[in-house]
């Protein structure tokens, strides 16, 4: 994957997790964001540790 293909990949999931936020209000827990859509339990936990 190229630099720009995963900066627009990324760009994509945040505005996944900023459109739930709008519309469920605040996360209870980072597992909460496995209800986004293309955000797996492979790259949740790539991100857990942030």
Request: charged share 30%; proline share 2%; net charge positive.
């Amino acid at each position: 994957m190229t630099c720009w293909a995963r900066a627009f990949d990324l760009a994509n999931q945040l505005v996944s997790v900023l459109r739930m936020l709008k519309s469920c209000g605040l996360f209870k827990g980072v597992d909460d964001l496995l209800a986004i859509r293309g955000l797996g339990p492979k790259r949740l936990e790539k991100m857990r540790r942030y």
